[in-house]
């Protein structure tokens, strides 16, 4: 796990208007994005090109390239992040992104603190079975599709179940993961993913859940249930193209 400070890019964010200055212990994310928002027409291109700046910025800052996340990835990550949060849609300022463009030998889990500016945790996370073998490529909103699905999720409450500790999700995005809580698409723990396969040539899959090493699931969870964000990445032009909360 690797840690890492940003007063720099959080002095640099706020000096952009990007973030409002932040105190100790504020947990209220609504107010993190707001100043995101264009004041006018005519300044929008130059927030945009600002909110990317800054977003390459804290790329750097978090030293997610070590880690394997693309910057493609956070950008987007940080795009959504920044209009849930605007929207009063967060609860904590904690974003969770995984990235299905790496395959899932990789640790392509990174649960990020957009308060401290620390990687809280970075780890394995399966697909679902009929998404890909070590490569998710396949994703669907559909029930007993047993693929993943992409875009935008809101963390809700946990709850014991055949997996132990698990954590439902809210999908946020109408056609691509609106389907998750009929679908029983949840955060869990799973034996088939982890460490001890990653010398396999693929991980265990899932049923279409972001399930994670079991021994760490219920420390994943915590760090992230009751109101955060997940974005589940993969470079599919369409999902990209239409997705409202990125192109919002």
Same mark, same amino acid.
Request: net charge positive.
């Given at each position: 796990?690797?840690?890492?400070?940003?007063?720099?890019?959080?002095?640099?964010?706020?000096?952009?208007?990007?973030?409002?200055?932040?105190?100790?212990?504020?947990?209220?994310?609504?107010?993190?994005?707001?100043?995101?928002?264009?004041?006018?027409?005519?300044?929008?291109?130059?927030?945009?090109?600002?909110?990317?700046?800054?977003?390459?910025?804290?790329?750097?800052?978090?030293?997610?390239?070590?880690?394997?996340?693309?910057?493609?990835?956070?950008?987007?990550?940080?795009?959504?992040?920044?209009?849930?949060?605007?929207?009063?849609?967060?609860?904590?300022?904690?974003?969770?992104?995984?990235?299905?463009?790496?395959?899932?030998?990789?640790?392509?889990?990174?649960?990020?603190?957009?308060?401290?500016?620390?990687?809280?945790?970075?780890?394995?996370?399966?697909?679902?079975?009929?998404?890909?073998?070590?490569?998710?490529? @396949?994703?669907?909103?559909?029930?007993?599709?047993?693929?993943?699905?992409?875009?935008?999720?809101?963390?809700?409450?946990?709850?014991?179940?055949?997996?132990?500790?698990?954590?439902?999700?809210?999908?946020?995005?109408?056609?691509?993961?609106?389907?998750?809580?009929?679908?029983?698409?949840?955060?869990?723990?799973?034996?088939?993913?982890?460490?001890?396969?990653?010398?396999?040539?693929?991980?265990?899959?899932?049923?279409?859940?972001?399930?994670?090493?079991?021994?760490?699931?219920?420390?994943?969870?915590?760090?992230?249930?009751?109101?955060?964000?997940?974005?589940?990445? @993969?470079?599919?032009?369409?999902?990209?193209?239409?997705?409202?909360?990125?192109?919002?």
């Amino acid at each position: 796990m690797k840690k890492t400070i940003l007063p720099i890019v959080l002095s640099l964010a706020v000096s952009l208007g990007l973030l409002p200055v932040i105190k100790a212990g504020n947990r209220n994310v609504a107010s993190v994005a707001a100043a995101a928002a264009p004041v006018s027409d005519d300044s929008s291109t130059s927030n945009a090109v600002s909110a990317v700046s800054a977003g390459a910025r804290l790329y750097q800052q978090f030293g997610l390239q070590s880690l394997g996340l693309s910057e493609e990835a956070f950008q987007y990550a940080f795009k959504g992040f920044q209009q849930l949060a605007s929207n009063g849609m967060l609860q904590e300022q904690v974003l969770t992104v995984i990235d299905f463009s790496q395959p899932s030998s990789k640790k392509r889990m990174y649960i990020l603190d957009m308060t401290s500016g620390e990687v809280l945790f970075n780890t394995y996370v399966a697909h679902g079975r009929n998404s890909g073998l070590d490569y998710a490529e @396949h994703f669907s909103n559909r029930n007993e599709s047993l693929q993943s699905s992409l875009g935008f999720y809101v963390t809700k409450g946990t709850y014991q179940g055949k997996h132990g500790l698990s954590l439902r999700l809210s999908g946020l995005e109408d056609g691509w993961n609106s389907n998750a809580e009929a679908r029983a698409v949840v955060v869990h723990g799973a034996e088939y993913i982890g460490s001890s396969r990653a010398d396999a040539s693929y991980m265990g899959r899932s049923w279409g859940c972001p399930a994670v090493p079991q021994a760490q699931a219920s420390k994943v969870i915590n760090m992230i249930k009751n109101g955060t964000a997940i974005f589940i990445y @993969h470079p599919t032009q369409k999902y990209l193209e239409t997705s409202k909360i990125i192109n919002g």
